[in-house]
Nanobody
Framework: QVQLVESGGGLVQPGGSLRLSCAAS????????ITWYRQAPGKERELVAT????????NYADSVKGRFTISRDNAKNTVYLQMNSLKPEDTAVYYC??????????WGQGTQVTVSS
């Protein structure tokens, strides 16, 4: 059974940091790119960052470049999102996703990140 489980969210003050994790199971994790998305209240879900299967290439939304870092540990079937210099506008539910070779998308349940003083 394919599963993606996000963790690491919480409440943090502006300027603070959080590290999100996306733990995968039920598929061959190491051959798939993984993407982090986020969705703020009343807004559409947006792409945050993507990492290729071996971790050799990453891509970021302009809004998080220089503040967020995506990485992966294929031995642990886990992708991370290190978020620094957090801003109130980073408040959202964060999801990880991958697309299987048959074009089906798999999403985690999400983890809430709230940036507030």
């Amino acid at each position: 059974q394919v599963q993606l489980v996000e963790s690491g969210g919480g409440l943090v003050q502006p300027g603070g940091s959080l590290r999100l994790s996306c733990a995968a199971s039920g598929f061959t994790f190491s051959i798939y790119a993984i993407t982090w998305y986020r969705q703020a209240p009343g807004k559409e879900r947006e792409l945050v960052a993507t990492i290729t299967s071996a971790g050799g290439s990453t891509n970021y939304a302009d809004s998080v470049k220089g503040r967020f870092t995506i990485s992966r540990d294929n031995a642990k079937n886990t992708v991370y999102l290190q978020m620094n210099s957090l801003k109130p506008e980073d408040t959202a539910v964060y999801y990880c996703k991958f697309t299987r070779t048959d074009r089906r998308d798999y999403w985690g349940q999400g983890t809430q990140v709230t940036v507030s003083s």
